[in-house]
């Protein structure tokens, strides 16, 4: 029972961690569409794309951590808790470093030539750019310490801070856009909470793991463990880039930033059903992986079988909404206009997010078996994918191709529901025959 109670109260701290953030986004758009302008509204959203997206690899090694330090915790082991969290601190900071000083320099190139700003708006696009490389490397430390407390699935420290911070991250940038305040003031206020945020989830960790130093360890065990792993949740963070924000890119070079405007009002409201079952049951990575190394196979077969029904029960309830009243929604949130240039894209949306949602519990069982490596060459594979779908579809079918892109990639991560079941007990020979594909 006292497990049971621990895990749904971290899947009901991993909902509020993810909801929000999308839900303040959505409360304020109407307001902030209208006192920025598409344009500038547009051009913001392209810049939280670069931090968000680049991001993603700055903390790609966040997965090792919550790996190692659940496996540690699991064996007593608190020396090797205290070394992974300073390993992946080190490649962390290093890797959040480099990619905060390449998207610094490039700046003027993405407003120049990649996101076809207007000219009087080049410049504020520089800055705000240059800005968010510094929060870049701010998360890509801060997602060290939010991994180390999962992985002592702890999730409500983290989830307190992360839930004040946002919504006075968005609360700042309703306030500024109010009194005409631009892009930049956003930006800035988004730095400032971002820097309250690691030092807050710097002292929660230490609560938890016990005080351990922030210096790099240059302890080649510690490091080359955690790279063997990390390595590869670095590459599956490389597919997740492309998958949640190279589309935005292409629209934006393609189509201008009025349009990604409206694609990405399209995003924040259909991403919430994959996003939704991936807070929930995030709590199973690091539950499955001390379970595993206590009780082995049997106990995670049973746990992923609750898991994948109660999650696909949750997806399709999601869903359902949004692919029938898809154009009633939009209207009553944003207007006839946007209703009008959205509908079909928010209905191809939500189908290729539930298809996503599906295999949330097996892409956290499959982390927790160690099978990285799998996860990754899947989830690259749905990112090429649907990179070169985008490409070609976005010139001839515009928004709605863009969606048809992030479908495919929701059509190929269905195969990690075999892997798993490869894994945990004997498959069908048709089982066999589709996974085998993918393994060879």
Known sequence: MRALRTNLGNAGYGLVDYVVQPAAMIVGARFLVHRLGLEQYGIWMLVSAVVGGVGI????????????????RAQNNIAGVKQTIRATLT??????????????????????????????????????????????????????????LRGFEQYAPTVRI???????????????????????????????????????????????????????TL???????????????WLQALAGLGFNYADRFLVGMMLGTAPVAIYVLCVQASQPIHGLCAAIFNFLFPHISSRHE?????????????????????????????????????????????????ELSLRILALAYVLLAFNVVPHYTLLALRQAKYVSMVNLAGAALSIAAASLLI????????????????????????????????????YQAADAVLTY
């Open 219 to 233: 302890r080649y065990p510690a490091l080359r463990e955690v790279f063997a792993f990390g390595g590869f949740s």
């Open 57 to 72: 690899l700055g903390a790609g090694f966040g997965d090792a951590t919550v790996k190692y330090v659940s496996a540690y």
């Open 91 to 148: 490649m962390n900071a290093v890797l959040g470093a480099t990619l905060a000083t390449i998207v610094w320099v490039i700046a003027p190139f993405l407003a120049h030539h990649i996101f076809r700003v207007e000219p009087q708006s080049q410049l504020l696009t520089i800055r705000s750019t240059q800005i968010g490389a510094i929060i870049l490397f701010l998360r890509s430390v801060e997602s060290v310490f939010v991994s180390a």
């Open 162 to 216: 992360n839930a004040v911070v946002r919504i006075m991250t968005v609360a700042s940038a309703v306030i500024l856009a109010a009194l005409s305040r631009g892009v930049v003031a956003i930006m800035l206020s988004t730095l400032l909470w971002s820097t309250i945020a690691v030092s807050l989830q710097l002292r929660s960790a230490r609560r938890v793991a016990g005080w351990f130093s922030v210096l790099p």
């Open 294 to 342: 206590r009780e082995g196979a049997g106990a995670t077969e049973r746990i992923f079988r609750v898991a994948f029904w109660s999650n696909l029960v949750v997806s399709l309830a999601l869903a359902a909404p949004l692919m029938l009243f898809a154009k009633s929604i939009l209207r009553l949130w944003m207007g006839a206009h946007i209703a009008g240039e959205g």
């Open 395 to 430: 010139h001839s079918w515009g928004l709605k191709g863009a969606a048809v892109a992030r479908l495919l990639y929701g059509a190929v991560t269905l195969v990690l529901f075999f892997r798993v079941k490869k894994t945990l007990a004997p498959l069908s020979k048709r």
